[in-house]
């Protein structure tokens, strides 16, 4: 038989659990990044108390899915889910280093705890503020559409109609 899967490594729903309970709830008590985005001080003054609940279970899903556990990730996409906050590439950061000292304080070996930190950098592009397009000196857009999402695509058509 094969190797165990990253999941089957992590000890499965119970462990990534525990991992994912703890990371979200030191998200919100240490206050990560609020002082530098304003949107995660409004989230975690405003919402965190309804909402990290369901937050935990999706991130849970996500975890033991990416990790190649028998679960579906079935929350919104993930730029989807993260638009409103406007995350920087250092709030990002500023996360996924809380994310390693939750690994490490659960004894996740370094091999799984480098994997699971890969995985999540992966998908720093989807979850950081899309890239800001500025308006040239010539007036025209210059930008290549292929390379951008549906969202930014949408933002910068309702910018152009706003302009124009």
């Excluded at 703890?22 to 206050?31: I, M, R």
């Excluded at 990044?33 to 003054?45: L, P, R, T």
């Excluded at 010539?138 to 109609?161: D, K, R």
Aim: glycine letters at 6%.
């Amino acid at each position: 038989m094969g190797e165990p899967s990253l999941y089957e490594r992590l000890g499965g729903v119970y462990a990534i659990s525990a991992v994912v309970d703890s990371f979200s709830d030191q998200l919100v008590e240490k206050g990560t990044i609020e002082e530098q985005n304003s949107n995660i001080a409004d989230w975690n003054e405003h919402k965190a108390a309804s909402r990290l609940p369901g937050l935990k279970f999706l991130r849970t899903l996500w975890l033991c899915a990416i990790a190649g556990g028998p679960f579906e990730y079935t929350g919104l996409p993930l730029d989807e889910a993260h638009s409103d906050l406007q995350l920087s590439s250092s709030d990002f950061d500023q996360v996924s280093a809380v994310l390693a000292d939750t690994l490490e304080h659960f004894n996740v070996p370094p091999r799984e705890k480098e994997e699971v930190l890969g995985a999540f950098e992966a998908h720093k592009p989807e979850v950081t503020a899309p890239r800001e397009y500025a308006l040239p000196a010539s007036g025209e857009w210059t930008f290549p559409a292929a390379s951008l999402s549906a969202v930014e695509l949408a933002t910068c058509a309702g910018l152009a109609a706003v302009v124009m």
